[in-house]
């Protein structure tokens, strides 16, 4: 019986003739109401029952529509199989504008079609057949009207298949396949299927199908039901180790783009020594040189360097799985879109436009120009640059061929605010990188560097230099009541230094910046300390100290002290912060992902908003933006040590387990365990609005992933037996962050705690962490002067060169700008942040709602999770708007202060200094 009926299936997998599918009105297989579905399918038992003729089965479809279905006749009166109508509808997106090699291919493809080579389906059953004990399928069946939709328009197209199965016995599909035998890939969205008793089934694909020419196999999407490894049924448990192990690769050979292979390398292609020995750059990632791996792409090697992947020089992009890319055609509408063609079109044009007597700002009005009437290009690239950068067909329309900067947020309501100490002192909890301020604990500061190399670690900060700003407090008594804070950039910046100052226009101290905590609840900076290091090893370190200023000379020594200080902080916060701390960190953890876990697992589907285009943009960064004498070389004060910097930061400080937000906050000692405050914390600083917002986001992340995890996990041996879960964490830690393997700080993946630890540390930097350190790049480091990435020189100092400290009497406004970014590196700076600070029109934010909510899983209880989840984060969006309005929080209220608005949630389109996105896309 069980052969027979597997023999008809296969028997009737093409797709009959229509006229042997005769339609009635009501044929279409509208299960969408569970209702109705169920009402037709007890029809159709009736209508089986019905049947009189041994030989034929009716199979029921609706009540006006019956299908006769020819079965061969057996010498035995056995019940034959009742066969019914199933109809897959697969949403198809094609490309917005098709080139001249677009369409014929697609016409070939058509015309393919029409003479059999389509793109066929198959769907899998979640059980096994019990006689034959093998895997139920329903047979191919072809995707029809391929060549007569050809001319539909339209972002998208829905295409039918229809199956015969005896769905009873078939039982729930729990996976299709889809092979495609065109010429061309196609993106699949997602693929309904109706007609089971289950109710319509949904499969959300959102992937690239290659053709069988470029990839043998079919591919193989399963439905939306979550299942743990150990629940999956078996129908489909040996799918669910295929498709891993074909992600995961055999680890050889150069990857194609239409590959969609998840493996891991170290970051040996920043460099380029076959076009230069200067370009030369160290591998990160190995024992020397400790740092997370990236997605591998195994290029050949370079030239002159065996152990250096060759480079993918623009305009050709580096492999990403190809799930990973933009649709080439889209790519204006995406941030990393438009970041690429900043990058490879209006670079070069600032470049050729800004000749070398104009390296210097000739005074302040200069900068404003660039908002006002925009820095003019050469003849001839304006027009080839406004063909390709939407930003700049913007900027031509409004001011007749000028590149025009937008003004910057942090120039909006107080042109001067930049000026001021408070400001300073302000953006160290309210700024673009508000995570380093730290509790001052010992005083002086002491360096841990090494005093053979570094000479003596004591700071030459003394309490006569601080005294006189502490309200009449002692030092200690002001570091007992913890009203001292310090940024710290010494350790960090001091063996590096003699490479950096080594190089023309680029100079740098180790900084110490040391504030006091208002009783208004603001800081101020009372002492700056700008360290040299010492000329001989084990030397004594050359040290400057500053104190706020009582006349002019000191007002400019203070003015560049502070500039030496945001130069060291915007150096801080792009290289470690920022890319290593979330786009770098991310990278393993997504590979392991893709790798270790089913598209079915719980888990895998907790993280896949929170993965989105990551990769993508981080293979793009590769390739331009911290690679040898990329953006980042050329704009930050340490050039070509600055990856260096931030792999130095990983070996040395780098902990998941102190990544999130609460356990990061107690580490820089500005917060204390407290279980009587909201979130179990009390801030030092109590008006501190990155952490203020931030735990109210951190909070409402780790509820939701709480009763996310509760559904799957209720107890410790869930977590500790499912092998899926425990290899995407072992191999991110042994293989992604392979360096750092055997530290002992590594938690223990054991309990639902434990998981939920994890995943909110993840979420929290994919989404609000990212998004506090990415979007107000522009808005509040726009305006070089008050925030300059780059410093071009020292101090200017009698002893050491008297000539140029008569240039800085005589002219400080001049030194000051000299000190700062060139013109070219400022407006190429400002060109790319602008782009880093963009929200695409695609975005997606933390916590809103999914347009198909059933979509992503089919777990009710996950999906009313999640809808609290929402309504949580609106709450938050609420209370942050409220905060911005409190005059009591001087931190983000009061005369031209900029509100805190960069981890409210939502945000429209643009460079909008707010919202968080779900993943790290730019
Ligand atoms: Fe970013």
Redo the contacts with the bound molecule.
């Keep these: 019986m069980a052969t027979s009926r597997a023999e008809i299936m296969r028997s009737s997998l093409l797709p009959a003739p229509r006229s042997a599918f005769p339609r009635s009105r009501s044929v279409a297989i509208g299960f969408s109401v569970p209702g109705v579905l169920n009402r037709n399918h007890r029809q159709h038992q009736r209508m089986r029952r019905r049947s009189s003729n041994p030989g034929v089965v009716v199979a029921a479809i609706s009540e006006e529509a019956a299908v006769k279905v020819a079965v061969e006749k057996k010498a035995a009166p056995a019940p034959a199989p009742a066969k019914t109508k199933a109809r897959a509808a697969l949403t198809v997106r094609r490309k917005s504008k098709e080139d001249f090699k677009d369409t014929i291919a697609g016409h070939l493809d058509a015309l393919a079609d029409m003479i059999g080579r389509n793109i066929v389906l198959e769907l899998i059953s979640t059980d096994v057949d019990p006689k034959m004990k093998r895997v139920m399928r329903s047979g191919e069946v072809a995707v029809r009207d391929w060549c007569e939709k050809r001319g539909v328009k339209g972002e998208h197209v829905v295409y039918t298949a229809e199956f015969m199965v005896d769905v009873a016995a078939f039982g729930e599909p729990g996976a299709i396949t889809v092979a495609n035998r065109h010429q061309r890939e196609f993106f699949l969205e997602s693929i309904v299927v109706e007609g089971f008793p289950c109710g319509p089934i949904h499969f959300s694909c959102n992937s690239w199908v290659q053709s069988t020419k470029d990839l043998s196999s079919k591919r193989v999407f399963f439905t939306n039901k979550p299942y743990l490894p150990s629940e999956t049924p078996p129908g489909i448990r040996e799918l669910r180790q295929k498709e891993l192990k074909d992600l995961r690769g055999d680890g050889k050979g150069i990857r194609k783009s239409s590959d969609r292979i998840y493996d891991y390398a170290t970051y040996n292609d920043l460099g380029n020594p076959d076009k230069g020995f200067e370009l030369a750059r160290p591998t990160l990632g190995g024992e020397k040189i400790p740092y997370p791996r990236r997605c591998r792409t195994g290029r050949p090697p370079m030239d002159t360097h065996m152990l250096a992947e060759s480079r993918i020089e623009k305009p050709h992009p580096i492999y990403v799985p190809r799930d990973e890319a933009f649709e080439e055609l889209k790519q204006g509408a995406f941030s990393a879109g438009r970041l690429r063609a900043v990058l490879h079109s209006l670079i070069p044009s600032l470049i050729a436009s800004i000749s070398a007597d104009t390296q210097d700002f000739q005074g302040f009005h200069h900068i404003d120009n660039l908002y006002k009437e925009g820095l003019k290009l050469k003849l001839g690239l304006q027009e080839h640059l406004f063909k390709k950068i939407p930003l700049v067909q913007k900027i031509q329309e409004s001011s007749e061929g000028m590149l025009r900067y937008d003004t910057p947020k942090i120039l909006s309501k107080d042109k001067f605010a930049w000026l001021r100490d408070d400001e300073f002192a302000r953006q160290t909890v309210a700024g673009i990188n508000p995570v380093n301020i730290e509790r001052l604990k010992v005083f002086p500061p002491v360096s841990k560097l090494d005093p053979a190399v570094y000479g003596p670690p004591e700071s030459a900060i003394t309490e006569a230099h601080i005294a006189g700003h502490l309200n009449g407090l002692t030092v200690q008594q002001a570091m007992d009541e913890a009203k001292l804070f310090i940024l710290d950039y010494h350790d960090s910046y001091l063996p590096f230094l003699d490479r950096i100052n080594a190089i023309d226009g680029r100079k740098a101290y180790g900084t110490r910046t040391i504030f006091y905590l208002n009783p208004l609840g603001t800081l101020k900076p009372v002492v700056i300390e700008l360290t040299l290091p010492p000329v001989q090893p084990g030397g004594p370190r050359t040290s400057m100290v500053l104190t706020p200023p009582c006349d002019a000379t000191t007002h400019w020594l203070w003015m560049l002290g502070k500039a030496h200080v945001c130069s060291n902080d915007a150096g801080i916060h792009q290289l470690v912060n920022?890319?290593l701390r979330?786009?770098a960190n991310m990278e393993p953890f997504i590979l392991a992902a893709h790798r270790q876990m089913s598209t079915m697992h719980p888990v895998f589907k907790l993280l896949h908003p929170h993965m989105r285009y990551t990769l993508e943009?981080n293979a793009l960064a590769r390739q331009s933006l911290i690679n040898a004498e990329g953006v980042i070389e050329s704009c930050f004060t340490p050039g070509p040590v600055c990856m260096e910097i931030s792999a130095s930061y990983y070996r040395t400080h780098w902990r998941l387990d102190q990544e999130g937000l609460p356990a990061d906050l107690i580490r820089r000692g500005v917060a204390e365990e407290d279980p009587t405050q909201p979130h179990g914390l009390k801030l030092l600083i109590e008006d501190y609005p990155y952490a203020n917002d931030g735990m109210l986001l951190w909070s409402t992340i780790r509820s939701w992933v709480e009763s996310y995890v509760g559904l799957y996990y209720p107890d410790a041996a869930r977590v500790r037996s499912d092998p899926e879960l425990q290899a995407w964490y072992h191999e991110s830690v042994h293989v992604g962050h392979a360096d750092l393997r055997s530290a002992p700080w590594w938690s223990p993946l054991s309990t639902p705690d434990d998981l939920v630890a994890l995943l909110t540390t993840l979420i929290w930097l994919a989404s609000a962490q990212?998004a506090a350190?990415?979007f107000g790049q522009y808005p509040l480091g726009g305006y070089v002067p008050s925030r300059p990435p780059l410093m071009r020189r020292l101090l200017p100092d009698p002893a050491r060169d008297p000539v140029e400290y008569e240039t800085f009497l005589a002219n400080p406004h001049r030194f000051f700008l000299a000190a700062m970014p060139g013109v070219l590196e400022a407006t190429k700076f400002m060109a790319v942040v602008d782009t880093?600070s963009t929200h695409s029109p695609d975005e997606e934010y933390l916590g809103e709602e999914r347009q198909q909510a059933a979509a992503w899983t089919s777990d009710a209880a996950a999906q009313v999770a999640f809808k609290k989840f929402s309504a949580e984060v609106r709450r938050a969006e609420k209370e942050i708007e409220r905060r911005n309005a409190d005059p009591a929080r001087s931190n983000r209220c009061g005369a031209g202060v900029l509100p805190y608005e960069l981890l409210a949630p939502s945000s429209p389109p643009g460079v909008t200094c707010r919202g968080v996105p779900n993943s790290?896309s730019?």
């Design positions: 920022h890319w979330t786009h943009i990212h350190l990415n880093l790290i730019i």
